[in-house]
């Protein structure tokens, strides 16, 4: 059975993936960090040996800046303060590895800044616009106390900004879909996974990824018992994808639904309990302008070609589909709420928030984002991994499920009747 909201099925064109190429560094020794600080706006991270080559980027839906290290080994070090959330460092692939920094506000690098002996690294930060920021990341990756050897445009003393190139024919990673085909489906999605570990325990012991990973699949399980709908998986194993492949996979399946799992983290240990985020009007109003003034228009809503329709035109239809996705998440957003509540789950105060995540900005699936505990708290950690509590999420989750399409059947029923 497939739902079929006003004005939906807004197809956005397939987000282009770039990647570098490949980097005449020599091959690295490994390195760790020994050290690492957040003064200010001013990041210091020291290693115990020399290193080859370091590169950075800003990265927005969550806003984060990721600096990537030849050599560097995964480990514990972290540090916050100031504009700086957390940080993560993991191995983003074989030989190169990757520090994280989640950003509190709006943030680029204004300068970095290598020692003479190549073991010290020091990044200011700066405040910005969320126009600067949006144009940072699009300018991708600046490489920092380049070799002598590494040509390109240099944007500063000791760094080098190295163009993208277009990648090889990009094929999404489309899961399977498990369920009778004439029921709506449900896109379930673990968050991070892969070299992006997410937020860690006080102790690095435990992950998000994996929590996640647990709970998608203990949803998915109690969804398939209940034969009311089809489910997939973003991701069923210990991979990485980026924030628009997950919704994007959730659109080329013409998924009815989209639920994206996560687990809360903040300093210290009195934040606890879930959260219920659903996209922002700021942010919707973003997407609809972006869609509008795309000149290939073609099969944007439903596979209506909007081509030959002025600019007007089409924003109205786009707006019309974007709002009404937005409404029925908010809605099935307060019935997740409240059978999650009725299963034993603690949320905070505000229980539904309003955010620009980037994981739910498509424009035509109504999409939630469940925050199911806070890592960082040792009550909710214990929560977060117990099967018991996964258990609670699951039938409450499925409960919502049902309860939403139920009535989005009926409504559907009282259309077709008038």
């Known amino acids: 059975m497939k739902f079929v909201y006003p004005a939906r099925r807004v197809l956005l064109g397939a987000a282009a993936i770039l990647s570098l190429t490949a980097l005449p560094f020599t091959a690295a020794q490994a390195s760790a960090i020994s050290a690492m600080s ?33 050599g560097l080994t995964a480990g514990s070090a972290t540090a916050s303060g100031g504009p700086v959330m957390q940080t993560r460092v993991g191995q983003v692939k074989p030989g190169v590895g990757r520090v994280v920094f989640d950003l509190a506000d709006y943030s680029v690098v204004r300068s970095a800044s290598l020692s003479d002996d190549r073991k010290t690294l020091t990044l200011q930060l700066a405040s910005a616009s969320p126009r600067e920021f949006s144009s940072a990341a699009r300018a991708g990756r600046t490489l920092y106390g380049t070799p002598m050897a590494l040509t390109g445009d240099v944007s500063g003393r000791g760094s080098v900004t190295v163009p993208l190139d277009a990648p090889a024919p990009y094929h999404l990673p489309i899961p399977p879909v498990s369920g009778r085909a004439d029921k709506p489906l449900v896109v379930i999605d673990a968050g991070h996974g892969g070299h992006d570990p997410g937020s860690l325990s006080l102790d690095g012991r435990y992950r998000e990824k994996d929590a996640t990973l647990e709970i998608a699949k203990t949803i998915r399980e109690e969804l398939l018992k209940s034969g009311r709908v089809r489910v997939a998986l973003t991701r069923s194993d210990d ?38 985020y659903t996209l922002s009007e700021v942010s919707s ?36 589909t974007q709002r009404e996705t937005m409404n029925a998440s908010s809605r099935f957003a307060d019935l997740l709420q409240r059978d999650l509540t009725d299963q034993g789950v603690q949320f905070k105060t505000t229980y539904h928030r309003f955010a620009g995540l980037a994981v739910l900005k498509a424009p035509d699936v109504p999409a939630v984002l469940l925050e199911s505990g806070y890592i960082s708290d040792p009550g909710d950690l214990k929560l977060l991994f117990s099967k018991r509590y996964q258990h609670d999420l699951a039938v409450g989750v499925s409960r919502a499920v049902e309860a939403h399409f139920a009535r989005r059947l009926g409504q559907t029923d009282i259309a077709s009747r008038d």
């Open 239 to 276: 991979r990485f994808l980026i924030l628009q492949e997950r919704r994007e996979i959730a659109r080329r399946l013409h998924a009815d639904l989209f639920i994206s799992v996560h687990c809360d983290s903040a300093p210290g240990t009195s934040a606890t309990g879930a959260t219920v």
């Open 285 to 320: 109003d973003q997407v609809a302008a972006r869609l509008a003034a795309k000149e290939n228009r073609s099969d944007v809503i439903n596979g209506v070609d909007l081509g030959g329709q002025t600019n007007d035109v089409s924003s109205i239809l786009i707006d019309l």
């Open 38 to 70: 957040v003064d200010g706006n001013a990041i210091t991270m020291a290693f115990d040996s020399a290193i080859v080559g370091v590169s950075g980027m800003v990265l927005d839906g969550p806003r984060r800046l990721a600096i990537d290290v030849q």
